[in-house]
């Protein structure tokens, strides 16, 4: 397929993953803030949404926090903002992806603009419209594995779609941790895993429940867990042997071994789960890698200006 | 008047065919679709017309106009009640279109080589090479199968009589046909089972006719060539159907960044490396194509393509250097051309057109000019015309000023009231101005029309503006079996 054609299918599953974990995230900060964790730091959660460059913004209740996260149009990591850039990434590929796809992507594009929305997100339940927004992530992944067909558009979708999930959730499990303490750890360890859809794995799988060395092996090591960086990566390295009938030797040959090495590092790591120092290390050497591959990935295949 | 209860508010224009009302009855062909809006209500046409603007959102399907404030895209006006034509009147039609593009398609191949035509004095020398799409690059350019016009979008409009005038051709990026498409699926879903009840003839053809014409132009011997259709991208007012086209082809659609001249071949950049090209479908206008030949500040096409065409390695469609065909200035001359090269007397009439170079016709034409609508040869979208019947004197005397600057640059006709037909608007059935494009393919087996075309309404009441840039929609178009 064209170059500029896959990066763009790339970028669009990476800003769609991208909106799917902020809406999780911001569902459950909310709850959490309603609940248990009172004088919830906003400031910080949208610190640590926003990109560095962004001047700071100033909040000081959930709702300037869920307009600035959601809806300003302004801000760059808004929800808004990313479904902006998905939508145009798939106008300019609408050849490619199928007319179901598309419509689904306008579809989210209107209720993400929709007066109604913003009035739920701010004037009344806001849980009810991040619910509505997080529907249609799950439609616009059901309409690719209904109706996409299996070639390489349906590969690159996959590889941006599991890059973003292997960064969040890298980025996530560090969030969290950057803010508990010996005594709030359970319950940040609660919202780290229900913002992942992980809490009743957890809860079945790990029978003393919020242990911080379980955590860890469940965001990192478990590929059991659809969010765990090790499946992410697993899923990178599966789908990227779909692209050798269609690739260069010497480019899919040097794409392949970093796939391999990325995930082989993750599966066969020895670092000790208790040693809090290690597994930092381990997590940023992990993101540095995942990145490393997102960029070979534009140099050998998207590589077209 | 019949159905009285839903054309309350149907008043026609003095002087103007009506195609659905004949004096006060309703014409034969529209019968039997009113028949089955007999039981509806103005309530069921309200509804119908909103489920019509949601699937148009929810499908963005859009049309981008230039100079628009609030965005780059808008839904284009669409209006839910078809455009009806007859078997017999289609049958014209078609004939005329078939004999006008292929007398078009020679004199392209005559001006761009001996000249015969203008060496027998039937078309003055002056006006073809003054003519700013003329094209010097393209003289002695032998084109595949020798057809220039492989897609042509020919304008028609209805006078008071009832008689079909060719308004202009179209012979360089026509566009449209995706609304075509896109409005028949609009109409099955807004009025169920009409379309079988009313025999209208299909038009979902169209994709793979154009696909298959343009197989055939490749140069390279092989049974899968690569086609392409180029666009110059999102922000350009038809991209919309560029990727309908593409999609419903199965073809890839390129930018010119995508693409790549070498060894005067072309070649698109994937995934896989360098993939020859062999057919490039352009809606890229012909100054754009090659910043090496033509403007050098194009960012949408690609350097060196001229090269590669001249080569004979890759097949352009349209050909470049249509536009000296369907300038405004040499349309008058089209009648002659038909009989020049075919021998034949023209099936279409043509609008009287004068010229304003002729200071005979200027004067005449500004004397009255509350009947006449001046245009730019070389203009679409309706921009730079002058409607005489709705103008200040001041505006008048400015517009003169820039025709007495570069008279060559302009033509005026008389007003022709077009025909309306009933639309939908403001809750009430009422008649609107419209014209017609059919759509001609040209390929190696002969020329197609797909029995429809986009019917363009001008939505303001009275207006005789139907391009969509200035306020106009469009209808679907019903082309009965007979």
Redesign the interface.
């Given at each position: 397929?064209?170059?500029?054609v896959?990066d763009s299918v790339f970028w669009m599953a990476r800003y769609l993953e991208r909106t799917d974990n902020v809406l999780r995230l911001l569902r459950t900060d909310y709850i959490a803030s309603q609940d248990e964790i009172l004088n919830f730091d906003w400031q910080s959660v949208t610190d640590t949404l926003s990109t560095k460059s962004e001047t700071p913004i100033v909040v000081t209740s959930y709702r300037e926090a869920l307009y600035h996260l959601v809806l300003n149009k302004d801000h760059d990591a808004s929800v808004f903002t990313n479904i902006v850039r998905v939508r145009?990434n798939a106008?300019?590929?609408?050849?490619?992806i199928t007319?179901e796809l598309?419509?689904c992507l306008?579809?989210y594009y209107?209720i993400v603009r929709d007066p109604h929305t913003e009035d739920l997100l701010l004037q009344q339940d806001p849980v009810t419209a991040l619910d509505m927004l997080l529907r249609e992530s799950i439609i616009f992944y059901g309409t690719v594995e209904v109706t996409m067909n299996r070639g390489?558009g349906y590969t690159f979708l996959n590889l941006g779609k599991y890059t973003e999930r292997s960064l969040q959730s890298l980025d996530l499990l560090e969030m969290k941790w950057d803010v508990a303490d010996e005594v709030t750890e359970p319950v940040s360890w609660k919202y780290l895993l229900y913002a992942l859809s992980g809490f009743e794995f957890h809860t079945k799988f790990y029978k003393n429940a919020l242990q911080t060395e379980d955590v860890i092996h469940q965001v990192l090591f478990n590929n059991q867990f659809p969010h765990s960086v090790s499946y992410s990566l697993s899923q990178i390295d599966r789908y990227f042997q779909r692209?050798k009938e269609?690739?260069?030797t010497d480019n899919f040959k040097e794409m392949e071994f970093l796939a391999g090495k990325m995930v082989k590092d993750i599966q066969y790591t020895m670092v000790n789960r208790k040693d809090s120092v290690a597994v930092r290390e381990l997590i940023i050497a992990t993101r540095n890698q995942i990145l490393n591959f997102s960029h070979k990935l534009t140099t050998l295949?998207?590589g077209?200006? | 008047m019949p159905f009285s209860t839903l054309l309350t508010d149907y008043k026609t224009p003095p002087n103007v065919w009506d195609e659905m009302c004949d004096q006060q009855a309703i014409r034969s062909h529209y019968q039997v679709f009113l028949q089955s809006l007999k039981n509806d209500s103005i309530a069921e046409l309200v509804k119908k017309n909103e489920l019509a603007k949601k699937l148009f959102?929810?499908?963005?399907i859009t049309f981008t106009v230039y100079s628009d404030g609030e965005g780059i895209e808008k839904i284009f006006p669409f209006d839910i009640l078809p455009r009806i034509i007859t078997a017999t009147e289609w049958s014209i039609i078609e004939r005329g279109i078939k004999q006008r593009v292929k007398a078009l398609n020679i004199f392209l191949a005559d001006v761009y080589h001996d000249q015969f035509i203008i060496k027998d004095g039937k078309i003055p020398a002056a006006l073809i090479l003054s003519c700013p799409n003329f094209m010097k690059e393209m003289v002695g350019v032998d084109v595949s199968h020798g057809i220039y016009t492989h897609i042509s979008g020919i304008d028609l409009i209805r006078d008071s009589d009832g008689s079909f005038y060719v308004l202009e051709d179209n012979l360089r990026t026509p566009s449209g046909v995706s609304y075509m498409l896109e409005n028949r699926s609009m109409t099955y879903r807004i009025f169920p089972g009409s379309l079988p009840k009313n025999n209208v003839r299909s038009v979902k053809d169209y994709p793979d006719l154009l696909l298959k014409n343009l197989m055939a132009l490749s140069k390279r011997a092989i049974s899968n060539p690569t086609v392409v259709?180029l666009t110059p991208?999102?922000y350009n007012s038809a991209?919309f159907e560029h990727?309908t086209l593409?999609?419903l082809m199965g073809?890839?659609?390129?930018?010119g960044?995508?693409l790549v001249v070498d060894n005067a071949k072309v070649y698109?950049?994937?995934?896989?490396?360098l993939k020859q090209v062999d057919v490039i479908y352009r809606r890229v206008d012909d100054d754009f194509l090659d910043p090496l030949v033509f403007n050098p500040k194009s960012m949408l096409g690609v350097p060196g393509l001229y090269f590669a065409f001249r080569s004979g390695n890759v097949a352009i469609i349209n050909a470049p250097g249509n536009g000296v065909a369907d300038d405004k200035a040499v349309y008058p001359y089209v009648p002659e051309m038909i009989k020049y090269y075919l021998n034949e007397e023209p099936i279409l009439k043509t609008v009287p057109t004068y010229s304003m170079s002729d200071p005979e016709h200027f004067s005449l034409v500004f004397s009255q000019i509350n009947k006449m609508v001046i245009k730019k040869t070389n203009e679409s979208g309706g921009y730079g015309m002058l409607m005489g019947n709705a103008v200040t004197e001041n505006e008048v005397a400015e517009y003169k000023k820039e025709v007495e600057k570069n008279p060559r640059q302009f033509i005026a006709q008389p007003i022709i009231s077009l025909s309306t037909v009933p639309c939908f608007i403001d809750n009430k059935i009422q008649p609107r101005h419209v014209d017609l494009r059919p759509f001609a393919l040209y390929g190696p087996q002969g020329i197609e029309i797909v029995p429809g075309g986009l019917t363009r309404v001008a939505l303001h009441e009275g207006s005789l503006v139907v391009n969509s840039s200035q306020g106009g929609g469009s209808k679907d178009t019903w082309v009965l079996a007979g």
């Open positions: 397929m064209l170059s500029r896959a145009e106008r300019s590929v609408q050849d490619y007319k598309w419509q306008n579809d209107h390489d692209l269609t690739s260069l295949y998207f077209y200006t | 959102m929810s499908q963005g259709l991208g999102i991209y990727t593409a999609r073809v890839e659609l390129v930018e960044r995508d698109m950049k994937t995934t896989a490396g």
